[in-house]
């Protein structure tokens, strides 16, 4: 209908999909995203490490310009397991900030002004739109993780020789789940704080609460009682333990105290809880209209 | 074909409490009012309707479709404009409702076109580009009812959508309605709380009262079979007057000097009365006839079902 023909008529063309129409909600954060400055900004600086740590493979496979930059090190540049860690490790670190960024800006945003009934008012489900939000942070924390992983390991065993690859091969399980089960805790805890909170500001510094007191909180426990239960609080530290584990790194399993660390089954079954709990949340908090109750 | 909205004793209940309580009935009215007192049940019982709340009891189908069993396919079928505010602040209006249709299943091309044909219609054309935000309230009132005609759906519904918008706005909106209904085969569900709105829209009305159906009423067909009302400025006999015209089959009240209120049964017309009084001498200075409004039947349907008083 041209603009000028004034009577309604409804849409009667083709429709999309059903399945992949969460995507809509994908490609509209992600449009909205890219138009803020500081987004670009925190996206950019994430993938900085990426390139010091592609800088250090290509060094440690060019004994040339080892040679020329008169580079010595003890036991010379090694590739290994401790190297994709400690990339791991700095990139999950940087998708949290990021995502303390991102996250409250999805959800706040439809929440704080009542757009959730609109939404859900279409044939559009809350499991599809929790699935819409959670495939953005997903997709952009995975660039920001186990992407640059993926991408440096085959750096890696394009470069090396002598058979590194197959010898190393296991190492990508680590990078990429691992690096899953990060950015699906950190999705889940940030939705449910941004669909609690509402107000974007606020979501951010909740979702660093909700992160670093409980681990402040553990650690007090920890000093206090001589235990090791309370690192339990710590979601950083309990992912720290699962990576060592995948890595295979067990010398690193001794905290830095010297004290025991909690059992890896602990671990899993916290975070496994934690994202219950966020999932509880999501479903008390994301409805289209609230119930008053009593 | 199926009626508007089929009510299978729907019960619902939200918070502990029963909110919604054994609604039955058939409405097949094209536009179809929701009337009640505040708290009767009308946000309710839309809300059950697009399955934001589950019935504990029966079901509720519209155009065919079961609110529980088939909800993505009713709500594909449905444009909905909420009574609060809803809206993505950040925004542009065209974008929103292009972000509204795809999510309604239009090709991102398609909805992008809808979207500026909805903005137009709407009146909204030359600030489809400003942020939602910074719109007024009517502006937003606006950008909601766009955001429910862009698909392809058949039953439209309104839940207060005149709140908060000054006369002409609101006249403005009525008539948008109204368009929409009759240049389109999409059957209207206004909920409102003024009853003039619904009197100039719907040709059906759903009273609730206290979670029950006080009343289903075919507008027009009440308008037609109504009894007529006199109310009468009268000098002369007005007791013999008042008899002559009960022994037409009237009903007469006197509230003195002359004032007086008649009933006029479907067989008795004007000049009858006018006939009465001549021949009874009795000089009719004033004389205002109305019909039963929306107004007299909701507050019937307030009292038949038990209140005592009609305010909403």
């Known amino acids: 209908m041209a603009v000028y023909k004034r009577r309604y008529r409804p849409y009667h063309g083709p429709l999309t999909p059903e399945r992949s129409r969460f995507l809509v909600l994908t490609r509209y954060a992600f449009a909205g995203l890219f138009r803020s400055r500081v987004f670009v900004l925190l996206f950019v600086l994430a993938l900085v490490p990426t390139l010091f740590f592609a800088a250090y493979i290509f060094l440690a496979n060019n004994s040339a310009?080892?040679?020329?930059?008169?580079?010595?090190?003890?036991?010379?540049?090694a590739v290994e397991n401790k190297f994709f860690f400690t990339l791991t490790m700095i990139q999950t670190q940087l998708a949290f900030l990021l995502n303390c960024w991102v996250c409250p800006t999805l959800v706040a945003g439809d929440l704080v002004n009542g757009a959730l009934p609109l939404f859900l008012s279409r044939p559009f489900?809350?499991?599809?739109?929790?699935?819409?939000?959670?495939?953005?942070?997903?997709?952009?924390?995975?660039?920001?993780?186990w992407v640059p992983g993926l991408i440096l390991f085959?750096?890696?065993?394009?470069?090396?020789?002598?058979?590194?690859?197959?010898?190393?091969?296991?190492?990508?399980?680590?990078?990429?789940?691992?690096?899953?089960?990060?950015?699906?805790?950190?999705?889940?805890?940030?939705?449910?704080?941004?669909?609690?909170?509402?107000?974007?500001?606020?979501?951010?510094?909740?979702?660093?609460?909700?992160?670093?007191?409980?681990?402040?909180?553990?650690?007090?426990?920890?000093?206090?009682?001589?235990t090791y239960w309370g690192s339990l609080l710590n979601f950083s530290e309990l992912f720290r333990l699962i990576l060592v584990k995948g890595f295979r790194l067990e010398s690193e399993l001794v905290g830095r105290a010297g004290l025991p660390q909690v059992p890896l089954f602990a671990a899993w079954i916290m975070m496994i809880l934690v994202c219950v709990l966020s999932l509880y949340i999501l479903d008390a908090r994301l409805q289209a209209r609230e119930v008053v109750r009593g | 074909m199926a009626p508007t909205i089929e009510l299978d004793g729907l019960e619902v209940q939200l918070g502990g409490r029963t909110i919604l309580r054994s609604l039955?009935?058939?409405?097949?009215?094209?536009?179809?009012?929701?009337?009640?007192?505040?708290?009767?049940?009308?946000?309710?019982?839309?809300?059950?309707?697009?399955?934001?709340?589950?019935?504990?009891?029966?079901?509720?189908?519209?155009?065919?479709l079961d609110s529980r069993r088939d909800g993505k396919a009713l709500r594909a079928l449905v444009g909905y404009m909420p009574?609060?505010?809803?809206?993505?602040?950040?925004?542009?209006?065209?974008?929103?409702?292009?972000?509204?249709?795809?999510?309604?299943?239009?090709?991102?091309?398609?909805?992008?076109?809808?979207?500026?044909?909805?903005?137009?219609?709407?009146?909204?054309?030359?600030?489809?580009?400003?942020?939602?935000?910074?719109?007024?309230?009517?502006m937003k009132q606006l950008t909601k009812l766009a955001q429910a005609i862009a698909h392809g759906l058949r039953l439209l519904i309104l839940d207060e959508p005149t709140n908060g918008l000054d006369p002409p706005a609101r006249k403005r909106l009525l008539e948008l309605i109204c368009e929409i209904r009759e240049a389109s085969d999409i059957c209207l569900l206004l909920s409102s709380h003024l009853l003039r709105d619904v009197e100039e829209t719907c040709d059906q009305v759903l009273i609730l009262r206290d979670g029950r159906i006080a009343s289903i009423c075919n507008l027009a067909e009440e308008r037609r079979t109504k009894r007529k009302f006199l109310e009468m400025e009268t000098c002369g006999a007005e007791p013999v007057f008042a008899s002559a015209l009960q022994g037409?089959?009237?009903?007469?009240?006197?509230?003195?000097?002359?004032?007086?209120?008649?009933?006029?049964?479907?067989?008795?017309?004007?000049?009858?009365?006018?006939?009465?009084?001549?021949?009874?001498?009795?000089?009719?200075?004033?004389?205002?006839?109305?019909?039963?409004?929306?107004?007299?039947?909701?507050?019937?349907?307030?009292?038949?079902?038990?209140?005592?008083?009609?305010?909403?």
């Open chain 2, 24 to 64: 039955t009935g058939v409405l097949d009215g094209r536009a179809i009012g929701l009337l009640g007192p505040n708290g009767a049940g009308k946000s309710t019982l839309i809300n059950t309707i697009l399955g934001f709340h589950t019935p504990s009891e029966g079901s509720v189908r519209v155009l065919g």
């Open chain 1, 65 to 77: 310009v080892q040679q020329f930059l008169q580079f010595h090190v003890a036991g010379g540049f």
């Open chain 1, 125 to 145: 489900s809350r499991p599809e739109y929790v699935l819409g939000k959670c495939a953005v942070i997903a997709l952009l924390l995975s660039v920001v993780t």
């Open chain 2, 248 to 312: 037409l089959g009237c009903e007469c009240a006197l509230f003195g000097n002359g004032r007086m209120k008649v009933v006029l049964p479907d067989a008795v017309e004007i000049r009858d009365v006018y006939k009465v009084a001549a021949e009874r001498g009795v000089q009719i200075r004033r004389m205002n006839q109305r019909r039963d409004s929306l107004e007299d039947i909701f507050l019937n349907a307030m009292e038949q079902s038990g209140g005592s008083n009609g305010r909403i």
């Open chain 1, 154 to 226: 085959s750096l890696q065993a394009g470069l090396a020789e002598g058979g590194w690859t197959w010898s190393h091969l296991w190492m990508v399980v680590p990078i990429v789940c691992c690096s899953a089960v990060w950015i699906s805790m950190l999705s889940l805890i940030s939705l449910a704080v941004s669909a609690w909170v509402k107000l974007r500001i606020v979501a951010t510094g909740v979702i660093f609460c909700a992160f670093l007191v409980p681990a402040g909180l553990g650690a007090i426990f920890n000093t206090i009682l001589g």
């Open chain 2, 83 to 138: 009574e609060t505010d809803a809206f993505i602040a950040k925004m542009s209006g065209v974008r929103f409702v292009q972000y509204m249709a795809e999510l309604s299943g239009l090709p991102t091309d398609q909805a992008m076109e809808r979207a500026h044909e909805a903005f137009v219609y709407v009146g909204l054309g030359e600030a489809r580009y400003r942020m939602v935000g910074t719109y007024s309230l009517g």
